[in-house]
């Protein structure tokens, strides 16, 4: 384990001005990370973090998973949780799953994890088998960030929601699908709890899945494939579902939604509500869209590929369209993984070039670039707190950085919400 110096990073400047198209920043000395994790013996695919704890999880090619103490960058846990060849290629925890997290391995399988005192479990507490072989990372379902959440980075409350729920995959089946009738309203069916319900890419490749975690079983399936009126398969033509993303607008009446990229460099759209066909379509890029982020209001997001620009984007839940806000061209194509932080103040990237890049989500111009790996950069994640982001390389290592941090509250601001309350 190596620890390095930190060095201070400049405040986010808010001044105005013409948006940068161009990803170059400030000629600034690129930050070191405060903390390097070392243990793996593989490429490290995948990092996130607990949403409550002190806590740092890591998925490695040869199948180990790990767990870190971020105070101490230390390993708390480690624990072989798919086969070697497999190797774990994408983790996920949630406020929903309380002291759980979820694994993906390219052995068809996902599996839940234990958070206990002397570290995971040494056996999953579900399996579940997906029979889906490919590229693309699980998702839980992303829920809006009250104005309190994002204040004290509790992303994933859903205090301020109404129950989450997905049409089954009979009762969805049963309804007759239009995927002209945009605006048609279907009955409640029956219904699971939204934080207990993951999407990944399906058995047919093309398609998205949605799976109950309690039950270990499929509910649903996009698109529909009993649609009877189903002229056109709304995504075979468009390959391979690189990746997706669940999550619950405020106006969706606790539905999920969610937002799925292809091989062809389109984004869809989908409610649950309307399964037969998505909502919307986009094509921002024109190679593979290879991975998709929404904020912490689920107003918006962003995207990238293997092209050379990231596009940043809006959600008219109103009319079920997206809305380009900007596209950002990059120096080198590539972009294996993206995250937006909690505060939605700043996003970043993970690039095939070995660099992190760091934005103004607001704006889209560029702040950093972080140059510490020396391999594939294969994800990217920040704390619910946002006060670190970590960084995760085919380099076998993990990087821990504390960029841009939050404005503590002042006694005057704290005051002054109470009295607004």
């Not at 694994?103 to 399996?127: H, M, N, Y």
């Not at 002229?231 to 669940?246: E, N, S, W």
Request: glycine content about 10%.
């Amino acid at each position: 384990m190596m620890s390095t110096s930190h060095t201070s990073c400049p405040r986010l400047s808010h001044a105005g001005g013409h948006m940068a198209n161009q990803e170059k920043p400030r000629r600034r000395p690129s930050p070191d990370p405060v903390a390097v994790l070392r243990g793996h013996r593989a490429a490290v695919n995948d990092t996130c973090f607990h949403p409550t704890l002190p806590l740092l999880f890591s998925g490695a090619a040869d199948g180990e998973l790990r767990v870190w103490d971020t105070a101490s960058h230390r390993t708390v846990s480690s624990i072989w949780a798919h086969g070697g060849a497999a190797g774990v290629y994408s983790i996920a925890a949630g406020a929903g799953l309380g002291n759980m997290i979820v694994s993906q391995g390219r052995d068809g399988l996902c599996k839940g994890w234990v958070i206990e005192e002397a570290g995971l479990s040494r056996r999953p507490i579900f399996t579940i088998s997906t029979s889906t072989y490919h590229f693309c990372k699980l998702s839980l379902v992303k829920v809006p960030c009250s104005a309190h959440g994002i204040q004290s980075g509790s992303s994933g409350s859903n205090s301020d929601t109404e129950p989450h729920r997905v049409l089954t995959g009979e009762n969805a089946g049963s309804r007759d699908v239009n995927p002209a009738g945009g605006t048609q309203e279907y009955e409640q069916g029956s219904s699971s709890d939204g934080q207990n319900i993951l999407a990944i890419a399906g058995q047919e490749s093309s398609e998205i899945e949605l799976w109950d975690i309690k039950s270990s079983r499929k509910v649903m399936c996009l698109p529909q494939r009993c649609s009877a009126n189903m002229t056109v398969h709304p995504t075979k033509q468009r390959g391979l579902c690189m990746a997706v993303q669940a999550f619950i607008p405020c106006e969706s009446g606790g539905y999920i939604n969610v937002l799925s990229s292809y091989e062809d460099g389109s984004t869809l759209w989908w409610d649950v509500r309307k399964p037969g066909s998505p909502l919307s379509s986009v094509k921002y890029h024109s190679e593979s869209a290879l991975s998709i982020a929404i904020d912490g209001l689920c107003t918006g997001g962003i995207s990238g590929g293997a092209d050379s620009k990231i596009a940043l984007f809006s959600l008219d839940h109103q009319k079920g369209t997206f809305s380009l806000r900007n596209e950002v061209e990059i120096e080198r194509p590539g972009i294996a993984s993206i995250a937006i932080r909690p505060d939605n103040k700043i996003t970043a990237t993970a690039g095939w070039d070995h660099r992190i890049r760091v934005y103004n989500y607001t704006k889209g111009n560029a702040l950093a670039v972080l140059k510490y790996h020396s391999a594939t950069c294969n994800a990217v994640a920040f704390s619910h707190d946002c006060k670190l982001m970590a960084s995760c390389s085919a380099d076998t290592t993990v990087a821990l950085w504390e960029l841009y941090p939050p404005k503590t509250p002042s006694k005057v601001d704290i005051a002054t919400e109470e009295v607004e309350k």
